[in-house]
């Protein structure tokens, strides 16, 4: 067995190496305006992946691509290759010829759970935030919902909290519950690949580290990508780093991922 | 004082006096209604001379009463909703969510047209359609309860297009993104979480409509109603209506007593649009508790 057969047995049978996403030569430009451009990208099948970058530097726009909802913006043109492992192995997420197909919108976008830097809840209670989009997007049938509602809210540590609001509108949640809701909202539809846009940056602290904690643990179970600009939590969190300036890849770190203080200096850097 | 401020006085002046202003007018309105109709208000006035369950059971006709008219209106509205309900909500949404700019531009301006049409123009529609359907189609045809519904229907449509549209256009773009972000497809979005998000703005155009409705004269009176049909007997029959009973009434009175009535069905006009509006308004309450969960 040669060594390149080595690695690809390597990569298939090992979570933790697979890869889960694969980004190549992306270019998005919304309206003529380029917002990235040339950026590689990767992350592995378990495990949590931080980016980090000043304002405007198109980390979200990366993590938007992912699962296409750059789309939703008027003007939108992306260009490149972006491949995401759904359950099937690495798959094109844009069609690549003309022709080509590729996973329906809907169903990438549910596969690939995505939390917004500000609580994004819906205008219903807090058990309907969880119950409308399993029921509409899964198609969950009404008599398992109640258990469905139940896990995902034990998964994010939020079912004591709220177990006797379930009937209450989701906003009169605190903002880091709220957050949370979200994230089991998410997690309840079960993605394969989960996006956390800046999931912290609306909080106090105390909410910022159960966000936090709760991300360590999920990375255990689910490729995870974070935005964020907190140079203290991405050191913190990060099991690869990537830094970004200027709608371009700036620097990768696959491991010895460097301290707050470096991370700082990078950012001041970029 | 400076001119800024001079004038910054006035409008705040102006404002403090409009705003008791429509409270008066309503106010005026209700109390010389109340003071003219009360006095004829009595079961006498919607039964007349037959006993009161009997009526409401239809075991006997009232001729002298206004419980022919009171459900001839009921029929009449609830035909128009049914009609209007669905094609209303559904041009709304489309124009919202789904329609094209140009073509949304174009269903807008027939829209507008629509509701600019005056009610009487709508009534001679009505008519002259009749008229064309007996010299092709149908010979039999003739004006009915089924056709003033569908005049009505066709006035209250672009009402109830223009606030679901409104409605729809006023929820938040962060609502899209999030249901977009987990999966609904566009038609998802719209049915589970759009709509039902709307729902007190659509239902206030409903209340609108509905309103209309009732209280429209001229479509009814070129398209179906008579002053004298009793209970209505069906969609092809011809009907009474409690507007096109004031007005006949308003128009033909031969004493004071007549009058008085006319006065009576008013204030009963009154009363079932404000029932009307009252239901509307706890369904719409019932379901925000139901949906949006309870405060």
Known sequence: MNHATNHVMNQATNPARRQSICVEHLEVAFGGRRVLENVDFDARATGLSVIVGRSGSGKTTLLRALNRLNETLPGCRTRG?????????????????LGARVRPLSELRRLVGMVFQTPSVLPVSVAQNIAVPLKVVRGVPGSEIGDRVRQALEAVGLWQ???????????????????????????????????????TASLDVHSARA??????????????????????????????????????????????????GEIGRLLGEA | MTR?????????????????????????????????????????????SVPALDALLGRQAVWDGLWPACAGTFCLVALAAGMALFPGIGCGLYLAEFAPPRRAAGIRLAMDVLAGTPSIVMGLFGFTLILFLRKTLLPDANTSLLLSAACLALLVTPVLAATTAESLAAMPQSLRATCQALGFTKRQCARHMLLPCALPGIAGGIVLAVARAAEDTAVIMLTGAVANA?????????????????YYTSAQYQDQDELLRGFGAALLLLALSSGLLLAAHLLEKRFRRRWQGEV
């Open chain 1, 211 to 260: 966000i936090e904690d709760l991300l360590t643990g999920l990375a255990e179970r689910y490729p995870l990508v974070v935005v964020s600009h907190n140079p203290r939590q991405a050191a913190k969190l990060a099991q690869s780093l990537a830094v970004m300036a200027k709608g371009r890849m700036q620097a990768r770190f696959e491991r010895d991922i460097p301290d707050a």
């Open chain 2, 4 to 48: 800024a401020g001079l004038s910054d006085l006035i409008l705040r002046w102006c404002l403090r006096l409009f705003a008791p202003l429509v409270i008066l007018a309503v106010g005026a309105l209700l109390v010389f209604l109340v003071r003219q109709g009360w006095p004829s208000l009595s079961p006498s006035l919607v039964f007349g």
């Open chain 1, 81 to 97: 290759r972006v491949r995401l492992d759904l359950g099937r192995g690495l798959e094109d997420v844009y069609p690549q010829s």
């Open chain 1, 161 to 199: 909290e709220t177990a006797d609001r379930l009937r209450l509108p989701a906003a009169s949640l605190s903002g880091g519950q709220q957050q949370r809701l979200c994230l089991a909202r998410a997690l309840a539809l079960e993605p394969a690949v989960l996006l956390l846009d800046e999931p």
């Open chain 2, 230 to 246: 009793g209970l209505p007997a069906g969609l092809w029959s011809r009907f009474e209506a409690l507007p096109f009973s004031i």
